[in-house]
Nanobody, 126 residues
Framework: QVQLVESGGGLVQAGGSLRLSCAAS????????MGWFRQAPGLEREFVSA?????????YYADSVKGRFTISRDNAKNTVYLQMNSLKPEDTAVYYC??????????????????WGQGTQVTVSS
């Protein structure tokens, strides 16, 4: 069983920055791949970024956030971060972190993630 708790969302002006955090309860955090997804009103949940387990350097980014967002993890704190810079109004959404206990590298495939956080709202004003 894995519990994920996101934090760090809020209201920011376009061009600003936010850092989202996702704390995981798993004792085996270092072996878990971690991903970030987002869902805007009326739209399907979409992939944002992911990285493999601690021993992997592989990272993935959606084209829409590449060069602006950075995913990182702190294994000592069982936490994964999403640094979001140069935010745009179209980044407004509820952001979710997720992990998979069945795939070592689920990448951008939503269906491969089996544990999800409750989400944190990010609102970017123009």
């Amino acid at each position: 069983q894995v519990q994920l708790v996101e934090s760090g969302g809020g209201l920011v002006q376009a061009g600003g920055s936010l850092r989202l955090s996702c704390a995981a309860s798993a004792r085996t955090f270092t072996s878990l791949p971690m991903g970030w997804f987002r869902q805007a009103p009326g739209l399907e949940r979409e992939f944002v970024s992911a990285r493999g387990w601690s021993g992997s350097i592989t990272t993935y980014y959606a084209d829409s956030v590449k060069g602006r967002f950075t995913i990182s993890r702190d294994n000592a704190k069982n936490t994964v971060y999403l640094q979001m810079n140069s935010l745009k109004p179209e980044d407004t959404a509820v952001y979710y972190c997720a992990t998979s206990t069945t795939y070592s590298d689920p990448g951008s495939q939503t269906s491969r993630y089996n544990y999800w956080g409750q989400g944190t709202q990010v609102t970017v004003s123009s």
